[in-house]
């Protein structure tokens, strides 16, 4: 059946490929295509695994240990009764035999669905039951495992499109290195740090499905526009053409804006613009170089810190930060200090808040552990030995803030002299203007900074009360709000008056439709990540900056959201 999801599109192009999908579970299983003369034995591997389990527990209800808890042979019982009720010992080979995967994929794919609806159920008892089952069903998987099948004849070779319920940031860093042609995801909103590593991976994908996991069976055919954020699930013949056509397209598009790459970024009326690459690890410079970008303009350095269990040491990100700076051959890198919180939280950071977007996070964080933060600092200023580096401090909201970070990053520099360590004394230090506080107040951080960098994802976050990663209101999230506009104009307008200069480095920056609403306020230097790098110098190119001056500022007056709408239009035009 042909059915249509609607969502957030989170990067453009289009992909067409078969559903897989995602739970961490079934990445422990391995997954497989059966030949047609297979999937018999493949279903009693499968009988053979659950009575394996069956046997082990009864084995187990038999020699119960003198002294043991009562409750030990109602446990055993019950799983005995899961191991035999059709969810687990029936739907499973109902898969192998409808979609010819092997049994562990069957078993991964059914216990998933079996769990999820044990999620939403509301008694806390039945609720708990979960934990039994996935028990039983690891029992099983472990059985299917000792006992492997046959090795597949052909493993799927078509491209594949992720389908999951929820995707964290350090799962995405983990997915950088997998070959998906898209990736479609239930929660989510455009500017969640799972959205931008998206971006990252330059490939189709849509967020804020709400039901993609549940209603997406494995195997369906996907089509996936990344520009409509719409997904066509099991498309007939004829859809399937007219978007085999529009992908055809959207390469050609994409391979046509390659060819600015070494055009300079000025407009029509010759203002030379920065375009910087935002970078999330030292790998995703290559791509930087490669489409040009005037030097990095945001790197996340937190990233270091996720999909570990230790702390990163000084050498260890000193190196890090060092070969960044060196593949950028003398241009200028803007590393940010660890923002870390709110979405994006490593294995070892136990501090839980009740509101992680509003509690310990970033800068925050780090002035409450200063050996983490001067560790950083110090990575950060020997490695301005090697290439022009600046600090970056995220979420400045009071000046308070900014003065103890500068006091530690003087007393950085003073035990680096200490310790007898190269690095660069008079490396720029800049602020995020991400909390609007921070942009009513830009006049007094600019006094204090050497630059100011405007964080539009957590500006809009912050001034609307939208949380960037929650589905059900990713609808509320507009970067054209009067309020935005107005936060981002003051903040320019103040740069310019204090000679303190201001770049975009949120996800605004790499939308083309909003360049030249950008550059009419007074923007110069934009940072994104580099795959949009030059569909923003396609729109630089073509913009004269003295008829949008006047447009974008009617625009910011404007009010209304349609008349909004109608006033980018014409600056669009
Ligand atoms: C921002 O908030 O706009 C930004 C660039 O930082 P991050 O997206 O990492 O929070
Ligand atoms: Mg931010």
Not at 246 to 260: A, G, S, V, Y
Not at 491 to 498: D, H, I, N, Y
Not at 550 to 568: D, S, T, V
Request: hydrophobic share 45%; proline share 5%; with cysteine.
């Amino acid at each position: 059946m042909t059915f249509t999801l609607h969502g957030i599109g989170i990067s453009g192009g289009y992909a067409i490929g078969r559903a897989q999908l995602y739970s961490h579970d079934r990445l422990e299983a391995p997954h497989y295509v059966l030949r047609p003369e297979d999937i018999e034995s493949e279903v009693a591997r499968f009988d053979a695994a659950i009575a394996e389990a069956r046997s082990d527990c009864e084995q187990l209800s038999q020699n119960i240990p003198e002294g043991a808890p009562t409750e030990l042979a109602a446990f055993l019982d019950l799983h005995r009764l899961i191991l035999e009720d059709s969810m687990l010992a029936q739907v499973p080979k109902d898969l192998i035999r409808s979609t010819a995967c092997n049994a562990e994929w069957a078993l991964a794919q059914q216990t998933e669905a079996v769990l999820a609806q044990f999620d939403s159920i509301e008694d806390a008892y039945l609720r708990e039951r979960r934990q039994d089952v996935k028990q039983v069903a690891d029992k099983v998987l472990k059985a299917l495992l000792g006992h492997p099948g046959q090795v597949p004849m052909k493993v799927a070779e078509e491209p594949t499109v992720l389908v999951a319920h929820d995707l964290t940031p350090s799962d995405m860093v983990v997915f950088k290195r997998s070959a998906f042609a898209g990736f479609i995801t239930d929660l989510g909103g455009a500017t969640s740090h799972t959205a931008i590593l998206a971006r990252s991976l330059n490939i189709s994908s849509v967020l804020a499905l709400h039901n993609a996991h549940s209603l997406i069976q494995e195997g369906d055919l996907l089509i996936v526009d990344g520009n409509a954020g719409v997904v066509i699930v099991n498309p007939d013949e004829l859809i399937l053409e007219e978007y085999r056509l529009r992908q055809n397209q959207w390469r050609l598009e994409q391979q046509k804006l390659k060819r600015l790459k070494s055009s300079p970024s000025a407009t029509l009326d010759g203002i030379a613009v920065e375009l910087l690459a935002n970078i999330d690890q030292p790998e995703d410079v290559k791509e930087a170089v490669q489409e040009n970008a005037a030097g990095i303009g945001l790197f996340r350095s937190e990233f270091l810190f996720m999909n570990r269990p230790d702390l990163p040491s000084e050498d260890e990100q000193f190196e890090a930060y060092r070969r960044v700076v060196k593949a950028m051959k003398g241009k200028p890198v803007v590393i940010r200090t660890l923002d870390i919180g709110a979405d994006k939280s490593p294995d070892w950071l136990h501090a839980a808040s009740v509101n992680p977007a509003l509690g310990l996070r970033a800068i925050r964080l780090c002035l409450a552990e200063p050996p983490l933060f001067i560790t950083q600092i110090r990575a950060i200023l020997r490695a301005g030995r090697h290439g022009p580096v600046r600090i970056l401090i995220p979420m400045l909201a009071s000046l308070n803030e900014l003065d103890q970070a500068l006091e530690l990053i003087a007393s950085a520099k003073a035990g680096l002299e200490r310790d007898g360590l190269a690095f660069n004394a008079i490396t720029p230090i800049g602020g995020m203007i991400e909390v609007p506080a921070a942009a009513l107040a830009a006049e007094w951080f600019a006094r204090k900074l050497d630059f100011m960098s405007i964080g539009t994802n957590d500006l809009i976050q912050y001034t609307l009360a939208i949380d960037r990663t929650d589905d059900t209101v990713a609808h509320l999230y507009d970067p054209l709000h009067p309020a935005v506009i107005q936060l981002i104009m003051h903040t320019l307008k103040v740069g310019q008056r204090l000679d303190c200069p201001v770049s975009v480095c949120g996800e605004m920056a790499g939308d083309p439709k909003l360049t030249r609403l950008l550059l009419g306020l007074g923007l110069r230097s934009f940072s994104m990540h580099p795959a949009h790098l030059m569909a923003v110098k396609q729109q630089v190119m073509h913009s004269h900056v003295a008829s949008l001056e006047p447009m974008a500022a009617k625009l910011a007056r404007a009010g209304r959201p349609e008349r909004i709408q109608a006033h980018l239009l014409k600056i669009n035009g």
